[in-house]
């Protein structure tokens, strides 16, 4: 999965990507998508040494707050389309990034 993310994302502008596995080798491989991208080796079930990772990398991840939280929940395999996204919406403006909603008539549809 992470792979082909990595491949995926290597093809659009991010400034930045760190790539996590258990396999530091595996994580390296998929890093090599695009120059720039970081490899670590991360054991994803120890949450000390994921926090110590965001908290290293400055990140927000806003979706694994709202899982923990249990603002967002479910069984399966779910895809953010699945779930609610005012709780997302609100976090990001938590953040600093606020969000905004405007209803537009599609040019030559008047």
Not at 42 to 61: E, K, M, N, P, Y
């Amino acid at each position: 999965m992470g792979a082909a993310f990595a491949r995926i994302a290597g093809r659009r502008p991010f400034a930045e990507l760190v790539i996590a596995d258990y396999d530091l080798g595996r994580a390296q491989r998929a890093a090599a998508a695009r120059d720039g991208y970081e490899a670590v080796q991360l054991d994803a079930s120890d949450l000390r040494a994921v926090a110590g990772l965001l908290t290293q990398c400055r990140c927000a991840v806003v979706a694994l707050e709202l899982i923990d939280s249990g603002a967002w929940s479910g069984a399966g395999v779910l895809g953010p389309e699945a779930l609610p996204p005012r709780p997302f919406l609100d976090l990001l403006t938590d953040y600093g990034s606020p969000w905004a909603c405007q209803e537009r008539t599609p040019a030559g549809k008047a």
